[in-house]
């Protein structure tokens, strides 16, 4: 049976609702369901390669991010449940003069210099033998990164949420939200309604049909993106570190002894939820072979193994885009007791630790442990009126994800 109230409703159950329903029940609070209307880890988030890291010129996101990889550190300690991480560090790659320059200014800035260091490309080879590195580029070694399975880290937050307190509820879909006076007061579902003091909206691609439901313009539109893992491929160790290299805006690292290839900028694309089967899975998500294509030709270039290695598995899915590239997270201005959590900017993963804290201090009512006003939902204020325009700023920065280190 569905309760009939709760303190607190999650719908959505990837990384992002999770790490909240996680943070939440450590905070102490009672009374919290997550509902999701799949299984755990249903959505985008299994898709994801699942990097860490934490090389950011902004100053808030990296505290942020700071706080996200000594959890990642130290998972298993703070929640009692295991995930799957190694800390492989990796190597950020430059090839033009302006991102070199670019990669020289990031590592100078005073929070970040004594974290990372240039390597040669002979060592590069060295820690990555798959590698061809040109003779000419720059080479920045960032050894706090990693990867982590990504549908673990869902699985665990889940879990250790249910540990605590949190009532799952899987096959559950919301269908709408209650309104009374400017505040939301409950969830809709094909089981019955549950009335509730908060409601943290985590439904990954979903969340702006959320909003147009309810009169908002949430500026979170879901935009795909792909990667591939290759058989096993000679000299590659699960240690190896990840590398991302900035001008063909694409990233490497070890899988499952070959190679996962994944990269920003291919064909991006957006899509308006609503023309989508209502019954529509992320796993139905149709492949683009074109994008699948020229990221492996983009990447063979510097792992010439790539060429003859067998594809093992396709990912996809559909993060969500916000015309900056940072997170939305807050309650909407006039709409008391929703809390919008989205705008992974195909970081969520990595950011769902330092996402559910914020969740949690808001509902808490705890002094915030960092100052997330640049989060804002409403800091867009009547800037992309238009589904169009929303639309076409998000995969102009999709396009860009690498090209300025953010
Ligand atoms: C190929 C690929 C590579 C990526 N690589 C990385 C990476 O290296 N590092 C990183 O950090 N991130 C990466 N990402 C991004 C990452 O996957 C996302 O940021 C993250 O999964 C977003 O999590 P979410 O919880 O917002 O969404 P989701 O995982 O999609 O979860 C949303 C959940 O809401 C549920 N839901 C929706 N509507 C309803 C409803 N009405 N009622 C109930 N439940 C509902 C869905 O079933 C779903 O389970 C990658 C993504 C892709 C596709």
């Known amino acids: 049976?569905?309760?009939?109230?709760?303190?607190?409703?999650?719908?959505?159950?990837?990384?992002?609702?999770?790490?909240?329903a996680f943070h939440l029940s450590d905070a102490g609070q009672e009374d919290v369901?997550?509902?999701?209307?799949?299984?755990?880890?249903?959505?985008?988030?299994?898709?994801?390669?699942?990097?860490?890291g934490y090389?950011?010129?902004?100053?808030?996101?990296?505290?942020?991010?700071?706080?996200?990889?000594?959890?990642?550190?130290?998972?298993?300690?703070?929640?009692g449940r295991a995930i799957d991480f190694r800390q492989t560090g990796s190597l950020r790659v430059a090839l033009t003069e302006k991102f070199k320059d670019e990669l020289e200014a990031s590592a100078a800035v005073p929070h970040l210099k004594n974290e990372v260091e240039f390597i040669s490309p002979d060592k590069a080879r060295e820690l990555v033998p798959t590698f061809a590195p040109p003779a000419d580029c720059r080479i920045l070694s960032i050894p706090q990164d990693g990867y982590v399975e990504p549908k673990s880290v869902a699985v665990a937050f889940a879990a250790a949420a249910a540990d605590r307190g949190v009532e799952i509820r899987t096959r559950t879909?919301?269908?709408?939200?209650?309104?009374?006076?400017?505040?939301?007061?409950?969830?809709?579902?094909?089981?019955?309604?549950?009335?509730?003091?908060?409601?943290?909206?985590?439904?990954?691609?979903?969340?702006?049909?959320?909003?147009?439901?309810?009169?908002?313009?949430?500026?979170?539109?879901?935009?795909?993106?792909?990667?591939?893992?290759?058989?096993?491929?000679?000299?590659?160790?699960?240690?190896?570190?990840?590398?991302?290299?900035?001008e063909p805006q694409i990233y490497v690292r070890p899988e499952a002894g070959g190679l996962l290839v994944g990269g920003?900028?291919?064909?991006?694309?957006?899509?308006?939820?609503?023309?989508?089967?209502?019954?529509?899975?992320?796993?139905?998500?149709?492949?683009?072979?074109?994008?699948?294509?020229?990221l492996r030709d983009a990447a063979t270039a510097f792992f010439p193994a790539l060429s003859d290695a067998t594809i093992v598995r396709e990912r996809r899915g559909l993060p969500t885009m916000t015309p900056d590239g940072r997170l939305i997270l807050s309650e909407p201005a006039g709409l008391k007791g929703l809390i919008v959590l989205s705008g992974c900017c195909v970081g969520g993963v990595n950011r769902s630790p330092g996402t559910g804290r914020i969740v949690a201090d808001i509902i808490c009512g705890r002094e915030p442990w960092i100052d997330a006003s640049v989060l804002r939902v409403d800091r867009f204020g009547d800037d992309y009126p238009t589904d169009a325009s929303l639309r076409a700023h998000c995969e102009e920065f999709y396009a860009h994800q690498y090209h300025s280190i953010h």
Request: with cysteine; proline share 5%.
């Open 1 to 20: 049976m569905i309760p009939k109230s709760a303190n607190t409703v999650i719908i959505g159950g990837g990384v992002f609702g999770t790490g909240a």
């Open 33 to 52: 369901v997550l509902l999701d209307r799949g299984p755990i880890a249903s959505g985008t988030s299994p898709q994801a390669a699942g990097q860490t």
């Open 55 to 79: 090389l950011n010129v902004d100053p808030f996101a990296f505290e942020f991010g700071k706080y996200c990889a000594e959890f990642f550190e130290d998972f298993e300690q703070r929640t």
């Open 173 to 246: 879909e919301a269908t709408g939200l209650l309104v009374e006076d400017g505040r939301v007061t409950g969830v809709e579902t094909a089981d019955g309604t549950i009335e509730a003091k908060w409601v943290v909206l985590a439904a990954g691609a979903w969340v702006r049909q959320f909003g147009h439901r309810l009169g908002l313009n949430l500026h979170t539109v879901a935009v795909r993106h792909q990667a591939f893992d290759t058989g096993p491929i000679g000299d590659v160790s699960p240690g190896q570190p990840i590398v991302r290299i900035t």
């Open 264 to 294: 920003y900028g291919y064909r991006p694309l957006s899509f308006d939820m609503d023309d989508f089967d209502r019954r529509f899975e992320i796993s139905a998500l149709e492949a683009d072979p074109i994008y699948y294509q020229q």
